[in-house]
């Protein structure tokens, strides 16, 4: 079966600190690759996708992202992180199967920056 | 910058009411979506809807749900008698087409007493 997984479920990190969050998935065909983010209070914003081309994105705030296809890995990276970061992230994936457009969600994950 | 938006933001009924959800998706976009998220679970999708009909639903929506685009602007979600387990945050979402980005509205937290 399709599915998503975000393997860090609760991260705490001081400011400036590295950021990587993970994210798989499981099927062999085409994917669209999205992070979502949603702030304490807010609604789910888009930070960055991939659809093709380059495996590497940059999203919005130093936010990037890579692909890995042999992995079945789309991991998400800032190099220093800013308490404003204080957030939820969801990975979501759409399985391009005919035409299917719904996004399959990870369980998130929790992030706490420390001043 | 447009925006999907949804109301009411809180929604409290009494299990076996009827709610109605509204969402107004981005004026130019033509498939529209529901998720839900119940507290401390993953964001779950329920259905997508494109030239005024379902094309994909989920297992979670079985007859209590509806959806419809009564006019050109709205977008609802109705359940018909709220279970207890129907308890969760609704996010309507909409995208330009197929294959665009789905943007997604600040959601309802609906809470089935």
């Known amino acids: 079966a399709q599915s998503v997984s975000q393997h860090n479920h609760h991260v705490i990190l001081s400011e400036a600190a590295s950021l990587e969050l993970g994210c798989n998935y499981s099927?062999?065909?085409?994917?669209?690759l999205f992070w979502y983010v949603q702030y304490p209070g807010q609604h789910l914003q888009l930070l960055l996708k991939?659809?093709?081309?380059?495996?590497l994105v940059k999203g919005i705030k130093g936010f990037e992202a890579e692909f890995i296809k042999s992995k079945f890995s789309f991991n998400l990276r800032k190099p220093s992180v800013q308490w404003s970061d204080t957030a939820e992230y969801f990975c979501a994936v759409k399985f391009r199967a005919g035409t299917a457009s719904k996004l399959t969600f990870g369980t998130g994950t929790r992030l706490q920056v420390t001043l | 910058e447009p925006e999907v938006t949804q109301t009411p933001s809180h929604q409290v009924t009494q299990m076996g009411q009827e709610v109605i959800l509204r969402c107004v998706p981005i004026?130019?976009?033509?498939?529209f979506y529901w998720y839900r998220q119940i507290l401390g679970q993953k964001v779950e999708f329920l259905v997508s809807?494109?030239?005024?009909?379902?094309?994909?639903k989920s297992e979670i929506f079985d007859d209590q749900f509806s959806v419809e685009r009564p006019d050109g602007s709205n977008f609802t979600l109705k359940i018909r008698s709220t279970k207890l387990e129907d308890s969760a945050m609704y996010f309507c979402a909409s995208g330009a087409d197929l294959t665009d980005t789905q943007y997604f509205g600040p959601g309802t937290r609906l809470t089935v007493l």
């Open positions: 004026s130019n976009h033509l498939y």
């Open positions: 991939y659809f093709s081309g380059d495996p």
């Open positions: 099927y062999g065909g085409t994917v669209n």
């Open positions: 809807f494109y030239n005024n009909e379902i094309s994909e």
